[in-house]
């Protein structure tokens, strides 16, 4: 139970990742690698701001916000210098690593004492329920555990729901637009490198949001922990989009949410069947391949049955 | 109101495409007129239009349109003046949102775009209305995504988006030649409607002698990236598809003349 409740605790924190990874991915078509360190940076800026006992919610604000700062960089790279999109990602993400050392001076920042948003839902938890453990349709949850699940989704259901709104309004409208036919939404009046740099702002903000929780629930952060994550988000939003089966905006995002839910228990689950940790980002990189190549492969099969018929 | 003064344009300047698209091209057209503009492949009437629109910067010259001094603005800030019908049917809709989103979005053309609801019920209703004059049948599709639809009715929609405000100039590139000669007719009645009832100034391309002769009070035809003719008044309202056939027929019988003395030069020389 316990393995589970985890393992959802942590799908629904790289949630935000996976939804960021779709606002960049999917919206844009831009691949955007600057999601590996940017992850990082918003673990690194909460876990520092932490350390200097600033309240949990400004410390997460302020990783949120130094995410959108990583974006906006990729944006400005991508449409004010004209540098390819990839090569704009990998060159803020390359920064990004000097930047997370230097932000919490050393290459791991322990927050075990710290009071973070997880501390804080676990008091307000043993508030409502009392101390000791929670039961859960029968089964005895630790109250930590039961806490960051909940504080978790709360933050998951609240994101997408924003962001469901957002794609609704006008700007939103106009931003998805501007992945769809740039020319299009030029020619009626839209800045396509504004809403570029600003879309990728918003996309990393979540991302870093996601490292944010993440080191405040592991209760470390890590120079490390972003390495391959872009890649992970992918799969989360591939999974989903599979899951859902449809392209209308408000299912995709609940689609990724899910997707990344499932993937993380699926791994939690082979991990704990035998799987080598150190496997698990080839597996995760040759089924974000199967998962672009296959359904293209299966049409052509298909058409190419159909003529023969 | 729109004046185009001595504009140049060089494409690949210094290299061996060196290509002289525009080469000081001036014209004014004056409030409410309509402004056909033929001539052959590459002769330059495309990249006219979009030294109008902006697509790229000038190498010499200046652009007017209401008052405003253009010449630098980026092309999305022309938008707020102008409205375009590409010749792509592909080019002016956004496939994969519905027919009321792209509609929301030409709705507020060159305004700011800020977190006000995209559809809010009453441009719903104004949306139902203004799609219905199209006779498409579409106004109860307008959740249906625009990907799904006919290279005809993207173009009608199209139409309809850059005039649902008012543009101080309407741009119109070839927009018929990708459609099949039924929508292309329908396409063009509407094109006439709207022009005339909102009394837009509007600059067309067209490879069609028929639209040429038929459509607007004013025809230029181009060449090698100068304007060839200018043809108003009485005696565009006089002439004919062979005329202007005639007219692209001196001027391949000039070029044909210069090709096989170019050839006798090259081969002396080189």
């Known amino acids: 139970m316990t393995l589970l409740l985890g393992a959802s605790t942590v799908g629904l924190i790289l949630a935000l990742l996976a939804l960021g990874v779709y606002l960049s991915f999917r919206i844009f078509n831009f691949p955007d690698i600057t999601a590996d360190g940017s992850i990082t940076l918003g673990a690194a800026v909460t876990a520092s701001l932490l350390v200097m006992n600033w309240p949990p919610a400004l410390a997460t604000l302020a990783g949120f916000f130094a995410g959108a700062l990583a974006g906006a960089a990729t944006g400005l790279l991508n449409a004010k210098f004209r540098i390819n999109g990839l090569l704009s990602g990998i060159l803020v993400m390359t920064a990004l690593y000097s930047i997370n050392l230097h932000v919490m001076g050393k ?72 992945g769809d036919n740039p020319q299009m939404i030029r020619a009626l009046g839209g800045s396509v490198d504004f809403i570029l740099i600003f879309g990728l702002a918003v996309s990393n903000g979540l991302i870093a949001l996601s490292g944010s929780l993440l080191a405040q629930y592991q209760g470390f952060a890590d120079v490390q922990m972003g390495i391959g994550m872009v890649v992970w988000g992918l799969a989360s939003v591939i999974i989903g989009e599979a899951l859902v089966g449809s392209k209308s905006t408000g299912i995709v995002i609940t689609g990724a949410i899910m997707g990344s839910l499932l993937f993380r228990l699926i791994v939690a689950i082979a991990l704990r069947w035998g799987l080598d940790p150190n496997d698990l980002k080839l597996i995760t990189a040759v089924f974000v391949f199967l998962a672009l190549v296959v359904p293209g492969a299966l049409t052509a099969l298909r058409s190419r049955a159909g003529r023969a018929r | ?53 902006g697509t790229f910067p000038l190498d010499r010259g200046s652009v007017t349109l209401s008052g405003h001094d253009i010449t630098k603005w980026p092309e999305h800030r022309r938008a707020k003046l102008i409205g375009r019908v590409f010749q792509n049917p592909y080019s002016g809709t956004a496939p994969n949102m519905t027919i009321a989103e792209n509609l929301s979005m030409a709705a507020r053309r060159g305004l700011r775009r800020g977190l006000a609801w995209a559809i809010p019920r009453a441009l719903r209703s104004e949306l139902r209305d203004r799609v219905r004059t199209l006779n498409m049948g579409l106004e109860d599709r307008l959740d249906n995504d625009i990907g799904t639809l006919s290279g005809g009715q993207r173009q009608a929609l199209t139409l309809l988006m850059a005039s649902w405000l008012k543009p101080d100039l309407l741009l119109l590139d070839e927009h018929t030649a990708a459609l099949d000669p039924k929508s292309a007719d329908q396409v063009i009645r509407l094109t006439n409607e709207i022009i005339k009832r909102d009394k837009l100034t509007t600059l067309m391309v067209t490879h069609s002698m ?61």
């Not at chain 1, 000791?132 to 960051?148: H, I, K, L, N, S």
């Not at chain 2, 006089?238 to 391949?252: I, K, N, S, T």
């Open chain 2, 210 to 270: 028929q639209q040429a002769v038929r459509l607007g009070d004013r025809l230029i035809m181009m060449n090698r990236g100068s304007i060839l003719h200018d043809i108003q008044g009485a005696e565009k309202a006089r002439a004919r598809p062979e005329d202007l056939l005639q007219r692209f027929e001196d001027v391949r019988r000039r070029e044909q003349l210069d090709a096989p003395v170019a050839e006798m030069l090259r081969k002396a020389y080189v």
């Open chain 2, 1 to 53: 109101m729109l004046e185009v003064s001595a504009i140049g344009k060089t494409f690949h300047a210094g290299t061996p495409n060196e290509v002289s698209a525009l080469r000081d091209v001036s014209f004014n057209l004056s409030e409410g007129s309509f402004l056909i503009i033929i001539g052959t492949n590459g002769s330059g009437k495309s990249t006219l239009l979009n030294a109008v629109a």
């Open chain 1, 107 to 178: 290459s791991n920042l322990p927050l075990l004492e710290e009071t973070t948003l997880v501390t804080q839902s676990e008091s307000f938890f043993g508030m409502l329920f009392g101390p000791g453990d929670v039961q859960v349709f029968g089964w005895e949850v630790d109250q930590r555990d039961a806490a960051a699940l909940c504080l978790a989704a709360a933050m998951v259901a609240g994101v997408g729901m924003i962001l469901y709104l957002f794609f609704r309004t006008e700007f939103g409208t106009a931003m998805r637009a501007a």
